[in-house]
């Protein structure tokens, strides 16, 4: 069933999907590009075509206990995607170095972003006495500071902070020489950094493209509201959510001849909530009438960077995060990169948000390695004292705590000692991050190594995965796994006459390019929608981990009238469509959903737990038997 275009199709995307709009090609090219595109047109549609006929052909589900296995299901999906079995790759790895989500049957699709580190690199070595299993491997300190004095002067970066920076603009493709780059505390940090800095006085606008509501854009608008920005969104035609694209060229085209600075344009690349990908056309556009471009690189895929064309569009501003382990610790960083050719308009403004990176277990190792010098021992009593002040991490700050106190004692011990550690050639460390040359030149090659030249190389295995796989083989499982669900979950029907579908999906169905996040609801037999925290909720009992989210900025044309008066809500602590606010309270209109992300990690038991565990809402009485377990179970753990 497998179509024979999917594998050209694949090796003509790069070049074909985004072809270049900056530049003027020979005709030559142009005939390359046009023949390839038509092509790669071709096989999309027939991708889809194929997923639509093949995934349970003729087949409507109406009762849950009515699904095939697992195992069938998963025998007709390789029939289908006869290919997916050129990502095992995917499950050896999963298997071997992310053992805790197999292990804890747990199905993780609530977030959407790139890991740093691999569970197994936590856990390879036996933990300390007094560091637990699940110690993070660095945590995160503020500090205050202008963002423009920071990227201008810099700050002292620890050996730390310096080889995860070359680490992550390495993986990026991102050159030190254009852009400059700070870690802070997360997304919504980075992006109100910007908004502090922007100079909205003589560059007015902003301009964002985001079909849903984020925390990180809510928070930029208001801090450039403040600073006198005249803000603007993008709309989304209903039903499909696509870019309402007279409206949006209407702001980004400037009427004036005279290139000047008009704001600041967002763009996301595509959506972390329905999955729907936008042309990159809109950044050269915005660029062309004179806008500075702030590219959200959050939801792209772990080497979606590599099809991003960085080179090509060079935008003024780019937000990436990372978070540590996935589907353990989903803490972590973002990068914040400037161009640094941008940095000289920015404005002096006193602002927070921007980190340091403090290797914890490297001050725990050298506070019980009687080898430390004294100096060393000196250094964690003042860096322990100093975190504590801050407030970092206080499980961090009281083992830290712990180890000072011991610094004298471990000073009377060194001569005791000395014989003995001297013999110690061989050190087994539970230390994940080394900052210090000596302690890294120990190291084999496990979780740190030195470069040659005296600098510290941290070795972010989740990183090092995701690049022995490949963009070809992430994106290709991603795409088989996503378009069986939204195949899978549009096969579910109501058991009455009217055949009401179970499942709502908002933004792209089927669709050969669309990306790995789904936004949905679920509606009962009578078409009235269950409410997305419930569904969550009801998840987290299964052990599948599902989000919600907040879609808006949605456009109804006058066809669509009578269904924009019954599927609109109002968000909860809305305002009054009035005078200043008129622009908040439409965006205060919109449909909560329920999300559900898929990682590199993702495998087709976990797509097939989501489908059977929404199948349940089949079953009219399901929500009650739960909600009558759940209260039956409470009681009896409250008389126990």
Not at 475 to 483: E, G, K, M
Request: glycine content about 6%.
């Amino acid at each position: 069933m497998q179509s024979p275009c999917l594998k050209k199709v694949t090796e003509l995307c790069l070049s074909a999907c985004w072809p270049d709009p900056l530049h003027k090609q020979s005709e030559e090219h142009h005939r390359t590009i046009s023949d390839s595109g038509s092509t790669s047109a071709a096989c999309r549609r027939d991708f889809a075509a194929t997923t639509s006929s093949s995934i349970f052909p003729n087949t409507e589900f109406t009762n849950h206990e009515s699904l095939p296995s697992l195992q069938e299901s998963f025998t007709d999906f390789t029939k289908v995607y006869s290919k997916y079995h050129e990502t095992e790759q995917v499950d050896q790895i999963r298997a071997k170095e992310y053992s805790h989500l197999s292990q804890s049957n747990h199905t993780c699709l609530d977030y959407i972003g790139i890991g740093l580190f691999s569970s197994s690199q936590l856990h390879k070595h036996e933990s300390s006495p007094q560091v637990s299993s699940d110690f993070p491997f660095f945590s995160v300190s503020y500090k205050t500071g202008s963002l423009k004095t920071q990227l201008l002067h810099g700050g002292q970066e620890s050996e730390l902070e310096s080889a995860m920076s070359n680490r992550i603009m390495e993986f990026l493709n991102i050159s030190a020489n254009d852009y400059s780059m700070v870690f802070t505390a997360n997304r919504t940090s980075a992006f109100k950094l910007v908004a502090e800095s922007y100079p909205f006085k003589t560059s007015r606008k902003l301009l964002t493209v985001y079909d849903y509501e984020s925390e990180a854009v809510e928070g930029m608008i208001n801090s450039s509201e403040k600073r006198g920005a005249k803000v603007m969104a993008a709309e989304f035609s209903w039903p499909r959510l696509r870019i309402q694209s007279a409206k949006l060229r209407k702001m980004v085209v400037s009427k004036r001849k005279k290139k000047k600075k008009r704001g600041l344009f967002v763009f996301p690349v595509h959506s972390r909530i329905t999955g729907s990908r936008y042309p990159y056309v809109w950044m050269t556009m915005a660029q062309e009438n004179g806008w500075h471009v702030l590219v959200d690189a959050c939801a792209l895929g772990p080497k979606d960077m590599d099809s991003f064309g960085l080179s090509l569009f060079q935008p003024d501003f780019l937000i990436s995060s990372f978070y540590k382990i996935c589907g353990e610790n989903p803490s972590g960083f973002a990068c914040l990169f400037v161009k640094k050719s941008v940095v000289s308009v920015l404005e002096i403004s006193t602002s927070t948000g921007i980190v340091n990176l403090v290797p914890a277990k490297q001050l725990l190792q050298i506070a019980g390695d009687s080898s430390g010098t004294d100096t060393e021992l000196e250094q964690i009593c003042r860096l322990g004292m100093q975190l504590d002040a801050l407030g970092t991490a206080s499980s961090f700050s009281g083992l830290i705590s712990n180890h000072t106190t011991q610094a004298t004692r471990l000073k009377q011990e060194r001569s005791e000692r000395a014989e003995e550690a001297a013999n110690w050639e061989e050190i087994e460390t539970s230390s994940e991050i080394w900052s210090s040359e000596k302690h890294a030149n120990l190291m084999k090659d496990e979780n740190s190594r030195s470069s040659g030249n005296g600098d510290l190389e941290v070795v972010c295995r989740g990183l090092d995965l995701v690049d022995s796989l490949g963009l070809m083989m992430i994106t290709n499982r991603a795409r088989y796994l996503i378009n069986w669900l939204v195949s899978s979950l549009r096969k579910l029907k109501h058991p009455n006459s009217e055949g009401i579908p179970l499942v709502k999906i908002y933004g792209p169905k089927i669709k050969f390019d669309r990306g790995p996040a789904l936004a949905f609801n679920v509606y009962d037999w009578k078409g009235e929608k269950v409410e997305p925290i419930l569904i969550q909720k009801l998840a987290d009992r299964n052990n599948i981990s599902l989000s919600y989210g907040f879609l808006h900025h949605i456009w109804f044309s006058d066809k669509y009238t009578d269904e924009k008066r019954r599927i609109l809500e109002k968000r909860e602590g809305g305002v009054k469509g009035t005078g200043a606010n008129k622009f908040k309270a439409k965006s205060d209109l919109g449909i909560t959903v329920v999300t559900a992300a898929l990682g590199f990690l993702t495998n087709f038991e976990d797509v097939y737990r989501l489908w059977a565990f929404v199948a349940q809402f089949l079953d009219a009485d399901f929500v009650e038997k739960e909600r009558w377990r759940y209260t039956a179970l409470n009681q009896k753990t409250v008389e126990v």
